[in-house]
């Protein structure tokens, strides 16, 4: 399973950080040892591996509930573009819309050449992809794949079959009929704890999914799939 993240720099300084403080904590801990036995204090050592012991364990824990991650993804279309505040309103299938900031850092795709996402603006009404991440209240968006005019539909059912070679997915609705979809490059999976991508992250026969997918060249593409 291929993991989707952000802000990569920062969340490997952070693991790289607490695997050192882990490593002096244990260093802390052998030495609190050797003088307990050697006849040294053995409050003052035990203390200082406390310390280190609760600074890595707030590292690690930085990284894995502070850390900016990608955790969901959605389809839908442009309402509004806030260049001020740094906002997106995307308006879903099911007429819902959602608010997500974006940064400097926001990646734009299927735009030419090197897009910003104020140069989203203007394409009202457009649809689009978009991984973002949540932290607190914040919804971030980390990548955004701009689709054009093609509008996103959404299918449901169970999983019937995954093409591992030829990267298509069989969904059997639930009146029985079966829809094949295409995975498209950049496609994603959303299990609700993250983002996947390949054909192995799909999920396995007979798991509900909902599909999010456009019309291309006659083939109908996904673009996520959540578990349900």
Do not use: C, N
């Amino acid at each position: 399973m291929s993991k989707v993240s952000s802000g990569p720099v920062r969340q490997l300084a952070l693991i790289a950080l607490a695997a050192l403080l882990m490593a002096l904590a244990m260093l802390a801990a052998l030495l609190s040892a050797a003088s307990v036995f050697a006849g040294g204090t053995k409050v003052g050592h035990t203390l200082v591996v406390s310390l280190a012991a609760l600074a890595a364990l707030l590292t690690v824990a930085s990284v894995f509930a502070g850390g900016t991650k990608v955790g969901h993804a959605l389809a839908g279309s442009i309402e509004k573009v806030d260049q001020g505040a740094k906002t997106l309103v995307i308006k879903k299938a099911d007429g819902t819309e959602e608010t997500l900031k974006w940064t400097e850092h926001t990646i734009i795709r299927g735009l030419k050449g090197a897009a910003k996402t104020v140069d989203l603006a203007g394409k009202e009404g457009e649809h689009v992809v978009v991984h973002y991440s949540v932290e607190g209240a914040d919804k971030t968006a980390v990548a955004i794949k701009h689709l054009g005019r093609a509008t996103p539909k959404v299918a449901g059912g169970t999983i019937e079959s995954v093409g591992k070679g030829t990267r298509t997915l069989v969904v059997k609705k639930g009146d029985g009929a079966e829809e094949t979809f295409h995975l498209a490059d950049r496609a994603v999976v959303d299990a609700g704890e993250g983002l996947a991508r390949g054909g192995e992250s799909v999920g396995k026969k007979g798991a509900h999914v909902t599909v999010h997918r456009t019309e291309e060249a006659g083939r109908k593409v996904a673009h996520v799939i959540k578990r349900i």
